[in-house]
């Protein structure tokens, strides 16, 4: 005999826990099933331990997605506002780090304690260290997806697909729910890794690996985007936020550019010095700007160094033009092992933006990163964890 369940939820990510306690407040009985010994593992590893739990300025534009409209329904019908709410009536103390960045004061813990606490006071299951053996879907019958768990077998009306994408696999990151959506016939867009360091290789490794741990602020532009933050050199290429920002919009081949100067108009900066320093040479001015390894490095390879005074007009045009348009040779990225997300993923012209409802498959949904929807570094993704399980949460 099958338990019943009024709905199944296949992984107790944020996505996941956010549907379940939503749902479980409802009075729908509820189970969890993750796969990995606890649930929320990406919650506790995020924000350096402290999770960036939201963004205060969360808006649609935040989110990579093939149809950007997609996202904005259960944005709109979740904001940071009600998820702040649930924060401060658990009493969970948080600080605004940078651009509207919320982060817990004391540890990423809190947060899944609160959804935790939340799907026990909903009369939430959770099992972990458990997930699906076999799926059977039985068309016609009123709880048509049979599972055969360790726990016995289980019957629903509402499947959700909640497990996440291909990032950080020690994690228990897995392919589970794009095969699930292929295997229903949805289409699975490419998937790639996202917001995650770029390599270098060849005589650009060569010429900055010696300079690992060195940053500086930096405007990172490819394919018409562009983000202004640090970039962190690594012994395999770049990192920080400016860069795993861009990642996202960079693909092999493409071209990215960096501003070295950011906020400055670069050829004024070099007249204004020429005028206040003409004895001083540029790596003597770049290197009280800059890092001043960095500086020098720069002055070795990529500019010629000499006195401020002795650059003529159009040597200190192409000065400033490199300067504020340096062109980043990246070879790749680390991949899924060090990625904080996935782009692409479920197609979601075949998903219900109100509900998460499958558009082919009536009681199946997808919430989430498992869908094609990616959010910029600084607590878009999870946000957009919360409201996906959130309307997933209100339909099932
Ligand atoms: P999530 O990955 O959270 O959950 C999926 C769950 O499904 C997992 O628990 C997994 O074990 C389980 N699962 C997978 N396959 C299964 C199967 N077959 N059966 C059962 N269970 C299965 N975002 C942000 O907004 N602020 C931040 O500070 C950070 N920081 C951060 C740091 C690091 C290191 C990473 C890797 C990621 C972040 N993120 C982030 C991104 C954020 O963690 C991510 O977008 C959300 O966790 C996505 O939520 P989901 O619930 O969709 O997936």
């Known amino acids: 005999m099958a338990e019943r369940y009024d709905a199944v939820i296949v992984g107790g990510g944020a996505a996941g826990l956010m549907c379940a306690l939503t749902a479980g407040r ?31 300025g969360t808006a649609p534009a935040n989110y990579l997605s093939a149809n950007p409209h997609f996202c904005k329904s259960a944005l709109a019908r979740y904001s940071p506002w009600d998820f702040i709410a649930m924060v401060e009536r658990h009493r969970i103390a948080y600080h605004e780090k940078e651009l509207g960045q919320l982060f817990c004061d004391l540890s990423s813990k809190l947060i899944v304690k609160m959804l935790v606490d939340e799907c026990q006071a909903a009369g939430v299951r959770i099992e972990t260290g ?16 049979r599972l055969h768990t360790a726990h016995g077998n289980v019957a629903t009306p509402a499947l959700v697909v909640a497990s ?3 990032s950080i696999p020690s994690m228990g990151a897995s392919g589970f729910g794009y ?16 917001l995650v360091p770029l390599t270098l290789s060849g005589k650009h490794q060569e010429r900055l690996h010696d300079l690992s741990g060195v940053a500086l602020p930096v405007t990172a532009s490819c394919n018409g985007q562009a983000f202004s933050n640090q970039m962190l050199i690594t012994h395999r290429g770049v990192s920080g936020p400016a860069i795993l920002q861009i990642s996202s919009y960079w693909q092999p081949g493409d071209d990215l550019r960096l501003d070295l100067l950011p906020g400055r108009d670069a050829l004024d900066w070099l007249l204004a010095q020429q005028r206040q320093r003409p004895a001083a040479e540029l790596k003597t001015v770049l290197g009280e700007t800059l890092p001043k390894r960095f500086a020098q490095r720069l002055c070795e390879l990529w500019l010629a160094n000499k006195p401020m005074k002795q650059y003529n007009a159009p040597e200190l045009k192409q000065l400033a033009a490199t300067l504020s348009d340096w062109p980043l040779v990246a070879s790749g990225t680390e991949g899924y092992r060090t990625a904080e997300v996935t782009l692409g993923g479920v197609d979601t012209d075949e998903v219900s933006s109100s509900t998460m409802q499958s558009k082919r498959v009536p009681g199946l949904y997808f ?12 607590g878009y993704n999870f946000q957009w964890a919360w409201a996906s399980g959130h309307a997933a949460g209100l339909a099932v």
């Open 26 to 56: 409802r009075g729908k009985r509820v189970l969890v099933l993750e796969h990995a010994n606890k649930v929320g593992k990406k919650i506790l590893m995020s924000g350096g331990g402290r999770c960036n739990f939201t963004n205060t």
């Open 130 to 145: 458990h997930g699906i053996d076999a799926l059977h879907h039985g068309d016609g019958d009123d709880a048509p997806f």
């Open 164 to 166: 996440g994408g291909l």
């Open 179 to 194: 095969e699930l959506a292929r295997r229903f016939g949805h289409r699975v867009l490419p998937t790639r890794a996202g």
């Open 367 to 378: 919430v989430g990163e498992v869908l094609d929807v990616t959010g910029w570094l600084g």
